[in-house]
């Protein structure tokens, strides 16, 4: 089975890896993840990839990476090995930045599904960002909490920086209680 993401979001590229990869170890508790970067493939890599197999597992998963980047020997055993793509019981997650390539061409028509991971059409261009270092320091300011302060101050501020500013605080608080 061939899978391909086509597209430059480097970003929904990585979280579908990951989200496939997570949702095949759940399948296949056992089952072998080989990882290749397409700058980085050997001849020897892409045979031990295709031709490898598993004792405890029926499927494997391969993730290749930017192929088309690799070389012409490589590029030439995918485009050889295509039946055996489609045909393998193993699930095989192409993902290629150039989705006008011509290794992309030929795994769209081979894909048992595509999906595009382009650039977002639409860019969030923010303008005025929150002070989220503030709002933590409000927080986790000694004198006491000051409730209406912190919210009026969170109230901008996207989750994921909040957690991460503020296990940064932590840690730096952390470190200067025990001397280091």
Same mark, same amino acid.
């Given at each position: 089975? !061939?899978?391909? =993401?086509?597209?430059?979001?480097? &970003? &929904?590229?990585?979280? *579908? ?5 997570? #949702? $095949?170890?759940?399948?296949?508790? %056992?089952? @072998? ?10 001849? #020897? ?30 590029? *030439?055993? =995918?485009?050889?090995?295509?039946? $055996? ?6 699930? $095989? ?16 028509? %081979? ?18 960002? @929150? ?8 927080? =986790? ?11 009026? #101050? ?5 989750? @994921? &920086? =909040? ?5 940064? *605080?932590?840690?730096? !608080?952390?470190? #200067?209680?025990?001397?280091?």
């Amino acid at each position: 089975m !061939i899978y391909l =993401l086509a597209g430059e979001n480097v &970003d &929904d590229a990585v979280a *579908k890896l990951r989200a496939i990869r997570a #949702a $095949f170890t759940r399948k296949n508790e %056992h089952g @072998p993840i080989a990882e290749i970067e397409g700058a980085e493939a050997t001849d #020897a890599d892409m045979q031990a990839a295709i031709g490898g197999g598993s004792l405890f597992s029926k499927n494997r998963l391969v993730i290749f990476k930017r192929m088309g980047s690799a070389s012409s020997s490589v590029q *030439k055993m =995918l485009d050889e090995y295509q039946d $055996f793509f489609q045909k393998s019981n193993d699930v $095989f997650v192409f993902w290629e930045t150039d989705s006008k390539s011509e290794l992309c061409t030929l795994l769209k028509k %081979h894909a048992t599904k595509s999906q595009a991971v382009d650039r977002k059409s639409e860019t969030k261009t923010v303008l005025f960002r @929150p002070n989220v270092f503030a709002a933590v320091d409000n927080i =986790l300011e000694r004198s006491g909490f000051r409730f209406r302060e912190s919210t009026n #101050a969170l109230r901008d501020i996207e989750v @994921p &920086d =909040l957690f991460s500013v503020l296990f940064w *605080k932590l840690r730096t !608080i952390f470190l #200067a209680t025990h001397g280091e």
